[in-house]
């Protein structure tokens, strides 16, 4: 098989859900050690350590931002595979593995600027068409990206997020007001996130909530203002100490009206914190039997899921043996695994033999 190119554009971003992606299934990829990679570095940015390896060549662009992405990229890697696993993709490339997310940015347009919208829409439109291969996280998105971009549901791959790599870090209590019987809502301020509303409804009834994530720019500090004179407010944390948070809590709301995947969902279910979430988009087939399920325009429907759950003394333990089961369904060996055979081409014979299994 021809080396493999990867696009590391990822690796000059800050660290969100998308780049967090990307950095699992490139790092899975490496260790299977099934084919050889390239690495592509914008300029200025260095490879992560755990990308050296004899089978993984690492090669520093001599651009970076659009440039690297539009213009390097396609003649660097022509006539060869190119794995892109965060978002936007070299338009004038054919033979590559586009990752398309999630539909938001159509779906919930009023979330975005209005060129961000345009751009991701004519940048989807182009790819969805020329791309080889499409891949997405869960079968939801791939309905729905289909359906927007019009194009066939057979056209995508679905590799799944997970958050089995929680698990291996060791926690670290965060600088905050918290005794353990708080429950964490983790989410941004977009309107789709819908957290505003759900840690009103938390707090008017009486029980602490911490909010992480919610750090914003200018235009959300007043909204983070309102949020912090009922709710402690924690803006953004290192994992170490979102672990903590996860195994010191009550349990994690989530009350997002539209997810692609819904990481937060599987993250708490790995960590052994009970999930009670949203209904809606992605949740239910990501959260499968372990969580309570709530409709996210009816907050009387949301307190009357957190008072079951106080109310049933063995509900809690339920929910986290449930959302153990659940969450072994993912992991990103086999999200990465399923790049291989399915994308690439590898005989899973090989990959068995590469990884040891």
């Not at 992405?69 to 006539?79: K, V």
């Not at 794995?83 to 919930?108: C, E, I, S, W, Y």
């Not at 909010?211 to 170490?240: E, K």
């Amino acid at each position: 098989m021809d080396r493999v190119h990867v696009n590391g554009k990822w690796l000059a971003q800050p660290l969100t859900g998308t780049q967090r992606y990307a950095t699992e299934m490139v790092r899975c990829l490496v260790g299977a050690e099934a084919v050889d990679l390239v690495l592509h570095t914008p300029k200025g940015v260095e490879a992560p350590a755990w990308a050296s390896a004899p089978h993984v060549e690492i090669r520093p662009a001599p651009v970076g931002g659009v440039l690297f992405e539009q213009l390097y990229l396609p003649a660097a890697t022509a006539g060869r595979m190119l794995l892109n696993f965060a978002g936007p993709a070299p338009v004038l490339k054919r033979r590559q593995l586009v990752t398309m997310h999630d539909a938001t940015a159509f779906r919930h347009p009023h979330t975005f600027r209005r060129a961000f919208v345009a751009f991701y829409w004519v940048m989807y439109v182009v790819l969805s068409r020329t791309a080889r291969l499409l891949l997405t996280v869960s079968d939801f998105s791939a309905d729905e990206l289909a359906c927007v971009l019009r194009v066939d549901r057979g056209r995508f791959l679905v590799a799944p997020c997970a958050a089995d790599g929680l698990t291996q870090l060791d926690p670290a209590r965060p600088d905050l007001d918290v005794d353990g019987g708080q429950y964490l809502v983790v989410g941004t301020l977009a309107q789709h996130k819908n957290l505003t509303g759900a840690v009103a409804a938390l707090t008017a009834s009486g029980r602490r909530v911490v909010v992480v994530g919610a750090a914003g720019r200018d235009q959300v500090f007043a909204a983070i203002a309102d949020l912090r004179t009922a709710a402690t407010v924690a803006g953004r944390l290192t994992d170490a100490e979102l672990v903590w948070l996860y195994r010191n809590s009550r349990a994690l709301v989530f009350p997002s009206k539209y997810e692609g995947f819904g990481l937060p969902v599987l993250e708490a279910q790995v960590l052994g914190c009970p999930v009670i979430s949203s209904s809606a988009a992605s949740l239910p087939e990501v959260g499968g039997r372990g969580a309570l399920y709530f409709d996210p325009d009816d907050s009387r429907d949301l307190l009357a899921r957190i008072e079951e759950f106080e109310r049933d003394a063995g509900l809690a333990a339920d929910l986290i043996e449930r959302g153990r089961l659940n969450a072994e369904r993912y992991s990103w060996e086999r999200s990465a695994a399923t790049v291989l055979t399915g994308a690439l081409g590898v005989p899973l014979a090989q990959l068995s033999t590469a990884t040891g299994s």
